[in-house]
């Protein structure tokens, strides 16, 4: 099965900047999106941003312009570049790799802690 592990979370004060990256232990099948999510305290689960296999890329509207998310396919990797970072932005982050349907195939990473001060 497809593994993820995350790396890259930490400490940054607002304004700062981090890149998170992702790496599948296997080959992610064709046709899969790899996304970002995060969880907050006390709140759900959120997309962050997404990207399909062809470069096609979706952001929640409270990171836009200041996220970027790309990927590797030939070194099977998937990074969230994040920039201008707020306090809001706390959370930890997971990548995802889903097929079109999640029945079919839904792999979590372990999560990175993102913590944005003050």
């Known amino acids: 099965q497809v593994q993820l592990r995350e790396s890259g979370g930490g400490l940054v004060q607002p304004g700062g900047s981090l890149r998170l990256s992702c790496a599948a232990s296997?080959?992610?099948?064709?046709?899969?999106?790899m996304g970002w999510y995060r969880q907050a305290p006390g709140k759900l689960r959120e997309l962050v941003a997404s990207?399909?296999?062809?470069?096609?890329?979706n952001y929640a509207d409270s990171v836009k312009g200041r996220f970027t998310i790309s990927r590797d396919n030939a070194q099977n990797t998937v990074t969230l570049q994040m920039n201008s970072l707020k306090p809001e932005d706390t959370a930890v982050y997971y990548c995802n790799a889903r097929a079109r349907f999640m029945w079919v195939a839904d792999y979590w990473g372990q999560g990175t802690q993102v913590t944005v001060s003050s």
């Open positions: 296997g080959s992610i099948p064709s046709g899969y999106t």
């Open positions: 990207i399909t296999n062809d470069g096609g890329t």
